[in-house]
């Protein structure tokens, strides 16, 4: 893949979880180390936790306001980060057989910045590893017109399964390589095809 700084594309790491003694930032900060070896990205990791993030919206839909839409002055740069990123990868864990209330919100302030763009997963949790989490939330960014990426990591089990802030599987490197190979991919391929067409979406 192309790494001409004059033509690299944005990845934001988007962590979801909010909740008190959370796992993801450890999670975040090996995706992003992974990211970062693979060298196609430049790389930008967004934790909600930082950000101001209402769960109640306006009655306006984002899908029809626009840039006009009244987000939060709080919210603004996880909109900008939102807006100039060309993928994303989103880390998140599974509450209840599916994802945190504050990734939900984030995802609703929020219509254009995601259309069109690629959104891989990686999921933590019990014995599914976050994997319903990841499915629900496919549903969602599909229906924004984002094109998730069917390859990622789920880590069942993390509280076992990681040790010194890296996963005990020795494949997991590997299995992070084939995600941001086909993250880079569609980066490309769909960056190309807004700049060549605005979507219609």
Known sequence: ????????HKLVILLGSVREGRFGPVVGTWVTEQAR???????EVVDLADLDVPLSLPAASPKHAGDGYPRPAGMAALTAALAG?????????????SYPASLKAAIDWHFTQWAAKPVAFVSYGGAAGGRHAVLHLE?????????TIREGLAFPNYYSSWQDGRPLDENAPGYAKTMLELLAWWSSALRTA??????PG
Do not use: C, Q
């Open 1 to 8: 893949m192309d790494t001409d700084t004059t033509t690299r």
């Open 37 to 43: 070896l693979h060298g196609y990205f430049d790389v």
């Open 85 to 97: 990123a060309d993928a994303f990868v989103v880390v998140t864990p599974e509450y209840n057989h």
């Open 139 to 147: 549903n969602v960014l599909t229906e924004l017109h984002a094109v």
């Open 194 to 199: 807004r700049d060549t067409t605005p979507y």
